[in-house]
């Protein structure tokens, strides 16, 4: 039984899509008793190629909301050096072609360019190192900000303790995640932002995602679409019930994912492989 979640690859801006699975994701799937994938645009990818479609099993958050002892949002936040009135906005997790970290730029930029006192936290260690060309790509995210006069609006939070990336996160005003392939179950940033109530913008899946209510769990844009993300922030940095109508979503869903059901569900399949 193996599971697969491969991402595909996208070039600079450019909307990656759906791809087909790999074959050794196929080889591997095909000699297993049964596949696991952890997400709707995987089974969909994958099923065709297989005799039984594969079971679905999502992962859950890669960082639950437990912040330091003693957190309080007001003081965190103070001592990164946000005012009162600014708005703060989270990107969690390693910055990779497939993730939209030129249009979250691209974005803030236009923010900025309008009046809004906005601020940008990456939140996490930069790049992993799986791929190699994910360090060309943050350098290019690097240059976009200096570009554009960024620099004193953009915190860069680097590694740090699950605990203080729950207080960083608890400590934003909206978290995004332009995903040039799509919303998606299978990341762990998505389902650390859900678990920790934030409102989240994101964009539109590659396949259809049931649990998605756009509006009302997340808020979804057009993949590739710089303006189009400004556009909805500025809509929801001036709307404080449609954020709060956006963080209940998130919680109620991120409900859904919890690790004792996900071990329990694949406990279940194993058991009845065995049967």
Not at 32 to 59: F, G, K, W, Y
Not at 137 to 145: D, F, N, W
Not at 241 to 263: D, K, P, Q, T, V
Request: glycine share 8%; charged share 20%.
């Amino acid at each position: 039984m193996r599971a697969c979640g491969a991402a595909a690859p996208a070039s600079p801006m450019r909307c990656a899509r759906a791809a087909p699975p790999c074959p050794a994701c196929r080889l591997r799937a095909r000699r297993s008793a049964r596949a696991i994938v952890t997400n709707a645009e995987d089974q969909a990818r994958l099923s065709p190629h297989l005799p039984h479609p594969p079971a679905l099993i999502p992962i859950g958050a890669n960082v639950e909301p437990q912040p330091p002892t003693g957190f309080v949002r007001s003081d965190w936040r103070e001592q990164a050096g946000v005012g009162e009135d600014e708005v703060v906005l989270a990107y969690f997790g390693f910055l990779s072609e497939s993730k939209g970290g030129e249009e979250l730029v691209q974005a803030l930029a236009t923010l900025r360019r309008r009046g809004l006192p906005v601020r940008l936290w990456f939140i996490g260690g930069q790049v992993g190192s799986a791929d190699p060309s994910n360090r060309a790509y943050l350098e290019r995210v690097r240059a976009l900000i200096a570009q554009g006069g960024l620099e004193s609006w953009v915190r860069w939070t680097g590694y740090v303790s699950p605990a203080e990336v729950s207080a960083n996160l608890l400590a934003a005003d909206l978290c995004v995640l332009p995903y040039r392939d799509g919303i998606s179950f299978r990341r762990g940033s998505l389902m650390a932002a859900l678990a920790h109530g934030l409102p989240i913008v994101s964009t539109y899946p590659a396949v259809p995602i049931p649990e998605i209510a756009d509006g009302r769990n997340v808020s979804l844009v057009p993949a590739c679409d710089a303006e189009a993300l400004a556009t909805r922030l500025v809509a929801l940095i001036a709307d404080p019930a449609a954020r709060r109508l956006l963080s209940e979503g998130a919680r109620r869903l991120a409900g859904r994912f919890g690790w004792a059901s996900i071990a329990a569900r694949t406990a279940e399949l194993y058991r009845a492989l065995e049967g």
